[in-house]
């Protein structure tokens, strides 16, 4: 008489245990990766659920063919290492501040294209721009002298232009600098749009930051994070020419990068007009 062997399987709840030890590990990864990355809190949590559940299946898998028992700490520290991984190399990376060197690279090349193409505008503060309303109250009125007067101080040879916007819930604050044909800040804005998007966004202290496709050839645009803890949330856009000189600030709830881009280009439009 033939006996079979069967291996024996001590684990015989192994979904259970990978599922609880993945709620901790879940919970773990938000706390410490949403505040480091850029854009929506509530997108980047998202996003960590991919490697959660990921891990949660493997360790299920391979806990359910094991001939050893596993113990709780076992699957915590599986299900930890391989979320913790996974996390790394697909949530985080495009998120984080980027590499001084690699983003200047690029935004050089786009300088030299951007260059070819340059026709120069000019940019306003309308009553309206596409769905966003001037806000034109006392206080608003009073902000905009100040940061008018504020901005032809460093920036000059420029004629700056200041208006907040709001839509619903949602508020911006726009800068733009219409500079002097023959002045130093037109001058290098001709030489290199890019170095100008750069260069002021690093003295505003601006982290983060990633240059993103304008919608033109001959713009310039980069979004990233101011420095300040009281605008956490808020996401900071600029984009130049050969003439001109565009910043605003985004407070939009659960607003992410990609959107923040998009939001820009759609904005520049309509606060530009080619140059006489």
Known sequence: MSHEVHLDRPNDSPWRSAV??????YVVLCIVVVPLVAGSGAYTAGRLLVPVVISTVVVGLVARSSTRLWRWWAYAGAVVAIAGLLAVVSAVPGNL??????????????GSRAKQANTGSTLSAPVTAGNWTRVDDAAARARRQEAVTTAKKTGGGSSPVFAEYQRGGAGSAFLG????????????????????????????KVTSLQFVESGSADVAMACGLPDQ?????????????????GIITWSVPNLTMNRADDLTR????TVSRPAR
């Open 97 to 110: 501040p980027t590499n001084s060197s690699a983003t200047a690279s690029a935004a050089d090349a786009f």
């Open 177 to 204: 600098f219409n500079t002097d044909p023959d002045g130093q800040f037109r001058a290098e804005l001709r030489e290199s749009p890019p170095s100008a998007v750069r260069d002021y966004m690093a003295g505003a």
């Open 20 to 25: 609880l030890a993945a709620i901790p590990t």
């Open 266 to 269: 759609d904005f520049r439009r």
């Open 229 to 245: 803890a009281q605008a956490r949330r808020a996401i900071v856009c600029a984009w130049a020419d050969s003439s001109t000189l």
